[in-house]
């Protein structure tokens, strides 16, 4: 996940903080990652993560503030990761028991 976020953002943005909280609802359990940093344009990383394959329902957690003086921004966006369907997750432990 620290790897596709890395290869996500722009070169023009940092993170201060990366938060990974997992909750459980039922049988399932969500994982939701949290993003906290400086980019010159903070607006375009929701669509960003939202254009992964990775993200999904990624959105700001707060306002961002602007960082006097200086083109950046301040964000703090949340998104959930993906889960694969079981039946890609069991062809997966397949693929690895036919290489045995």
């Known amino acids: 996940m620290v790897e596709d976020v890395t290869k996500l953002l722009p070169d023009d943005t940092w993170l201060t903080q990366l938060e990974m ?4 609802r039922g049988k399932d359990a969500r994982r939701e990652v ?25 959105a700001p957690r707060s306002p961002t503030t602007k960082i006097q003086p200086g083109p950046g921004e301040i964000f703090d966006l949340g998104a959930q990761l993906k889960t694969l369907p079981p039946a890609a997750t069991h062809a997966a432990g397949r693929g690895r028991a036919r290489g045995r």
């Not at 909280?21 to 459980?24: D, E, N, Q, S, V």
């Not at 940093?37 to 990624?58: C, I, M, P, Y």
Request: proline fraction near 0%; aromatic fraction near 4%.
């Open 34 to 58: 949290v993003l906290r940093g400086e980019s010159a344009n903070a607006g375009r990383l929701v669509s960003l993560l939202e254009d992964s394959k990775v993200f999904e329902q990624a």
């Open 21 to 24: 909280k997992t909750t459980a």
